[in-house]
DNA sequence: CATGAATGAGACTTCATTCAT
DNA sequence: TATGAATGAAGTCTCATTCAT
């Protein structure tokens, strides 16, 4: 008789998505069962599919939720009257943030979704292009503007962006990177330099955004 | 009368192979069925199991034959006395020209294997990452000979490499970027342009060994 | 709105394992599928694998769930204060009155794993000695006390006393012995009275208990 | 050119029969497959199928051929004129004895035949029951001449005979009983003095036939 | 006789999803 | 909402047997 209003004491479904995270983190999305999500949210087999549909929709809204934040950053990014390596490095920095905050997440992400090119990232191959499309119509400002050169297409350096943050979040994930506070705020930079200033010595007066450490 | 040698008139071992090369691009390896694989060969079902143990060890056979061939044409590339954007330049043409010639081979490695993070991509991790080192290797020669920054790690430059370079070819893949004799012949130039020159524009009088198109 | 209680209505694991007893004794365990039993249980075949691990769970849980009953009687037989000659009858007649009771289940337990030397009774080997040991121990007690002969070890006694009684429900399951309550309890009488009296025509004055027929 | 006679320089059926033995009393019938018993014999997978029709048909030969001689030999051992006491030891004797000689051999036909009650048991019941019957016919003749008891039914002493002397061997082939030279002479002397003495302690002046130890 | 590659039916087990309560 | 028993389709792997050479 105690709580009367509407709102349960927990959001179940909340509690399931959380609790398919960590799973699916850890035992990777094929590998695991639709009772060990109930059992590790601690909730009835059942009630998962009082929520969901299926088992592919828990994945599906575990990426929609997050990818659609990244897609809304990109464009906030895009929108802003800085320098398009101070926008790469914003976009590299809320990804790599994303990580820091939430490994698990971005793990199931990357590895179930993104990176699982013949199941899920077919499925959002859409939505995921749409991050290209973001990073593309940066590149391509920035060689209108003459900052960035123009003998490399726009979809061409967005993919070789994206591909480069996204090895190295692998990197991480699979411990073929060393993980830390100090090691993620390089890794924005290094991203940065390497796809804005290549590897070539030249002679560097300025860097990213005055963040070199 | 004729073929009296021990060598069989077709060698369905291999037969079997090249028809998993097929299946598992068309229909991904956990969507196909070991029957797809003999249908598509044209042998008995059982014979799959003559020669193989398990499914997965017909996809891990595909992949250690292709790797260890990229294995090879790495150390052999950077034993050679050329400058190390060259020697970038050929390993991904060497990646390049892989796709070329056999683009389903190349996408089951890359689709089910190298990004297939949590099955076949965390087996063979060990063979996955010593190609990054070998990358790393060049980069770290490069730094020590100065022809490359050395502000960013080897390691971390060979996984922004790799993984641009994996990237480009998931575009080819799943179509989010034009193929072609043209298009393959570019990548190679844009990728080592992108990662070894940088987006920024900078006045450039020389390009990778003259192959700028 | 009966039945209110947690109980339900029928226990399937029950009629699972019901059901096993008589399509095991019908078909033979490894003749016999797993659907044989679904179909016989009236259940759903992936039913028997909500409630068994395997098909060989299912024998397991019924050679186990009696034989434990069993191993109890010897030992409530050896506490009681009988002549060694009635103890022994006593745990005939509990053996041959499980067969008249239940015969499906004890010819399975008898035929699929008591004298299947190289399957379960291998398994079951530990559970099988503990009823030679019990009757062993019986065997010990009487000679120590006089009653039986010392130059027969008690291991070789049990055994060949558990030899005579399971040839004799073997004969029953294969007809190779008549069957019928007369039977059953001739057998009884006759078993102890081959092993403890002998063969050998001797001047008889008492029998078993006074159980002669 | 050599060997011009038909003998040929090695029984390739014969090896390949006694290859059966050791693998089938090694891995059991069931869990072999036809190529252990190749391997073992050291021929050809296919010369198996030039001499046998089928797996099934290697171990009914083996069988039989031993089968067969342990018929005559209770056929031959009732014909002699001695008590029947001693004809059980006969018997008793030549079956330990085929143990002690050939111990993977009696293995396999009591395990994977005469005790698989639900295989090759059934397939073979008509001759293991000539063996009880040829028991019975000298227990039947021993109470006509008043040597043996006649509340006994001689299926029934058969029966329970040849079932002790079943599970000594058993107790062996496990290791239930101590094996050993002395062990078989002694087990030989036992049976016979339990089946036809019984467990009984009574005033015995004569032992079987002068063999007790 | 001898070889061993080739055949293919068969059975267990898994697990996403449904449904009665 | 919540529960968890019930469903059944699907797919891998085994291995006895056949057959071409």
Redesign the interface.
Known sequence: MARTNAEPAVDKRRLILDAAVRVFARQ????CRVSDIADEAGVAYGLVYHYFDSKDQILDTLFLERWDILLRAIQQVDAEEIPP?EKLYAITSFIVDSYRHDPDLMQVI???VT?????F??TH?AHI?EA?YGIAAI?ER?QRA????S???P???A??????????L??W??A??PTGEREYDQ?KT??V??????????D?TSSTAGR?D
């Open positions: 990777g999305f094929h590998t390596r990357i590895v179930e990176r699982a090119a013949n199941t990232g077919r191959l292009r290209y590149v920035a003459g900052t960035f050169r003998d490399i297409t979809d061409f350096a993919l070789a962006f994206y591909g480069a943050v996204e090895q190295v692998t990197g994930i699979f073929l990177l890794a290094h991203i330099e390497t796809i804005c200033g290549g590897l070539d010595q030249t560097r070199a």
